[in-house]
Every structure is written in C-alpha cells, then in structure tokens.
C-alpha cells in the first residue's frame, strides 16, 4: 500500500489483480447489478490511487481497508440515487426524429426497419446509464466531460458507461447480422 501511495504503477496494478474480484462481489451483493458495481469498483480503485497515503495500518488491513471503501461507495451509490432508475435524465425526442422515407422501394422500407428494430433492441439491452450516455453522445453531440456534467456523474463512469455501452451495442449488432 505504501508504493501505491507513491504512485508506483506496478504496485497498483498487483493490487488490484490481487483483489478486484472479491471487491467487485462486495460491490455486486450491495447494488444487485454487475454494470454498476463495476463502476462503483472503478471509483473505489481511483479513491485509492488518490488516498493511499492516508492508509493507516495500524487500524485495518489493506483488504479490510478496500472491502470498506467499496461498501461506501456502494452504498452511497444506492443513497443517492444514483442507481439506474434515478441516473436519467428527460431527453427530448427532436435528436431521435428520422427523415421521410419518400422514394423508398417496399423491400428497402422493409429492410430499413428491420435494422431499426434491431438496433432498438440491442439499444433495450443496455442499463439505462449506458442507453442515456450513448444518446447524449451521438444524439446531443456531447463529449465525455459534457455526458458526466448532464449525468452528474464523474468523469471516468461517464467514459465507462460510453465505452461498455459501445461494446455491447457492437456485439448485439453484430450478433443480429448488423456488423459495423
């Protein structure tokens, strides 16, 4: 903990392969969703390469020292109702509309809202936290530092949600014969 506090990449990164699965099952039994606890964990992770000087151990163990900062963080994730429920906010459905279809063939139509359809679904599948960053993104034209401010949340789980959500959207896509 000592070399983490000093910024020692390597130690940081023994650290949290030594611990990040039992952490992320702390995090998962208190917030019941793998998304988020996989968020809370990040910001726990990025609490202590910023806190790691203020470790003491003359009062609790490393482990015990991360289980208790990830059970915070988890739980202040429920109080304040960041859990996905509450983390949307009302998007206006202007940045949704779609252009006429004028010209258009049946067959095209046909094709044209399948993909729709598929690209619903797959954007169904995400949490709501993903769903609401991926629309400020390509909807809104927002930035990861614009998408944590209209989220309030910070800024590497706005990156997260992006990234996660970009992920899974692609292999839902792809899976449904709609590869990018």
Not at 15 to 23: E, P
Not at 166 to 175: G, M, T, V
Request: glycine share 6%.
């Amino acid at each position: 903990m000592s070399q983490v506090a000093l910024r020692d990449r390597s130690a940081f990164e023994q650290l949290y392969r030594a611990t990040s699965a039992h952490l992320l099952g702390v995090a998962f039994r208190i917030l019941s969703n793998r998304d988020r606890a996989e968020e809370v964990l990040q910001e726990a992770f990025m609490n202590v390469w910023n806190s790691a000087g203020g470790y003491n151990p003359g009062v609790a163990t490393p482990m015990t020292w991360l289980i208790n900062i990830v059970r915070n963080k988890a739980i202040d994730a429920v109080r304040s109702g960041k859990t996905e429920r509450n983390s949307t906010v009302a998007l206006d459905d202007e940045g949704m509309d779609v252009a006429d279809a004028d010209g258009l063939q049946p067959q095209e139509l046909l094709d044209e809202s399948l993909v729709k359809v598929n690209i619903d679904r797959c954007m169904s599948e995400l949490n709501p936290s993903q769903r609401q960053a991926l629309a400020l993104a390509y909807y809104r034209g927002m930035v990861h530092t614009d998408i944590a401010a209209a989220l309030n949340a910070p800024l590497g789980t706005a990156k997260a949600w992006v990234r996660r959500g970009l992920d899974k959207l692609k292999s839902c896509l792809e899976a449904a014969g709609l590869a990018a």
